[in-house]
């Protein structure tokens, strides 16, 4: 079945800790997003990508960093530069971007926590 | 910048009624869409239905409809003969010439047996 996988579903970190999570998806989408979400918030924009090799910052990009080696994947690795971590953190992925109309495909996401 | 508003943080329905959760959106694109998305204990996002702005009909996906109101930038959402699994957040959101889409802050629905 095509879809969007995330890994870990759970994760945690310890203070100075780099730690990667991972967004693999095999829907051939070329459009690819990370959002945070936090309680009582929305979803906040951290990265995306359009394409492979290129990602732009979303809203919240600071301590945060991501690649787009290949189509299918877009990990985004949360550095120690990033005081507030803990969140839950959403993968997507689109057809097209830019269009306005992007009907977005979820992964099951991620829970940081900080230890 | 295009702002997003739910002003409803939570919302309760009866099971087999009808509800409503409100959206309302601030932009200055004539040309745009609307999307609710509904968040269940899973936590993950699932698209429920998308809106054209420059279609008049409101869009209906089975119990799911939406009242667009583009003069008011409102976009509702009615949610006919609830059920159990309707259960969730669900999240507005706006795409629009800009380069992403913008989300509201949700709106916690629960169905009551």
């Known amino acids: 079945d095509g879809g969007i996988t995330q890994s870990p579903k759970y994760l945690f970190r310890k203070e100075g800790q780099n730690v990667t999570l991972s967004c693999e998806q095999n829907l051939n989408h070329d459009a690819m997003y990370w959002y945070r979400q936090d309680p009582g918030q929305g979803l906040r924009l951290i990265y995306y990508?359009?394409?492979?090799?290129?990602?732009q910052k979303g809203d919240i990009a600071e301590g945060y960093s991501v690649s787009r080696e290949k189509k299918e994947s877009f990990p985004l690795t949360v550095t120690s530069a990033q005081k507030n971590p803990t969140a839950f953190y959403l993968c997507?992925?689109?057809?097209?971007?830019?269009?306005?109309?992007?009907?977005?495909?979820f992964g099951s996401g991620t829970q940081l926590s900080v230890l | 910048a295009q702002t997003v508003t739910q002003s409803q943080p939570e919302m309760s329905v009866q099971e087999a009624e009808t509800v409503t959760l409100s959206c309302t959106y601030d932009?200055?694109?004539?040309?745009?869409?609307l999307f609710w998305y509904k968040q269940p204990p899973s936590r993950q996002m699932i698209l429920v239905i998308r809106q054209e702005a420059y279609k008049q009909q409101n869009a209906t996906e089975n119990r799911f409809s939406v009242n667009f109101q583009k003069a008011a930038k409102s976009f509702s959402l009615k949610i006919s003969d609830s059920q159990l699994g309707d259960a969730a957040m669900y999240f507005c959101a706006y795409g629009g010439g800009s380069e992403k889409l913008v989300f509201g802050k949700g709106t916690k629905l629960t169905v009551n047996p």
């Open positions: 997507a992925s689109s057809i097209d971007h830019g269009t306005g109309n992007e009907k977005l495909f």
């Open positions: 990508s359009q394409i492979v090799n290129d990602f």
């Open positions: 932009t200055s694109e004539s040309d745009y869409y």
